[in-house]
Nanobody, 121 residues
Framework: QVQLVESGGGLVQPGGSLRLSCTASGSIYRDYTMGWYRQAPGKQRELVAVITSGGRSNYADSVKGRFTISRDNGKNTVYLQMNSLIPEDTAVYYC???????????????WGRGILVTVSS
């Protein structure tokens, strides 16, 4: 029901910045929590940041103060602004979407294909 397409990844030097974008299509639902996850080689996929349909956001401790998640509901797009990048941020980043249901419950997760971010000198 939801298709997610990420863009904006690439190679950046330590201390640099990137902005990831994720555009959703194909959904008939309005209220989705969206987020970004990442997975480095040999590591588990981990939560980076999430944002609710109402604009409330949460971040992993490792990115607080450096990353900012935002959304433009008119464009069906969620962004991840990444500043002060460090080599440990190198990973495949995945966009996610989850429908907000009644009584604080959620539907299934939808995932983008992932986009590579490499932070290296």
């Amino acid at each position: 029901q939801v298709q997610l397409v990420e863009s904006g990844g690439g190679l950046v030097q330590p201390g640099g910045s990137l902005r990831l974008s994720c555009t959703a299509s194909g959904s008939i639902y309005r209220d989705y929590t969206m987020g970004w996850y990442r997975q480095a080689p040999g590591k588990q996929r981990e939560l980076v940041a999430v944002i609710t349909s109402g604009g409330r956001s949460n971040y992993a401790d490792s990115v607080k103060g450096r990353f900012t998640i935002s959304r433009d509901n008119g464009k069906n797009t969620v962004y991840l602004q990444m500043n002060s990048l460090i080599p440990e941020d190198t990973a495949v980043y995945y966009c996610s979407a989850r429908r907000e249901l009644a009584a604080g419950t959620y539907g299934m997760n939808y995932w983008g294909r992932g986009i590579l971010v490499t932070v290296s000198s």
